[in-house]
């Protein structure tokens, strides 16, 4: 059975860091593209970051680009995001998302992210 299990969220103050984990299970991390997402109030669920199963290419929303990383521990069955220099903006619930090929996609059930001072 897949399962996808956030962690790491919580409250940080303007220019603070958070490193998020998603533990997967069911499957391995490394024969997935494994995404991160984000849905802030009142918005749209958007695309954060991404790492494909092949070579792990990495993608990222050109909002959080050169603030964010995403990388995958094969031996740990686990993705992260690296969140630094966040801003009031980045507030929003974040959310792993997996999906092996054309196969169903599975989602996480969701980790608050709150920057403020």
């Known amino acids: 059975q897949v399962q996808l299990v956030e962690s790491g969220g919580g409250l940080v103050q303007p220019g603070g860091s958070l490193r998020l984990s998603c533990a997967a299970s069911g499957f391995p991390v490394n024969t997935a593209t494994m995404k991160w997402y984000r849905q802030a109030p009142g918005k749209d669920r958007e695309l954060v970051a991404a790492?494909?199963?092949?070579?792990?290419?990495?993608n990222y929303a050109d909002s959080v680009k050169g603030r964010f990383t995403i990388s995958r521990d094969n031996t740990k069955n686990s993705v992260y995001l690296q969140m630094n220099s966040l801003k009031p903006e980045d507030t929003a619930v974040y959310y792993c998302h997996a999906q092996r090929g054309i196969g169903r996609p599975y989602w996480g059930q969701g980790t608050q992210v709150t920057v403020s001072s």
């Open positions: 790492i494909s199963d092949i070579g792990g290419t990495t």
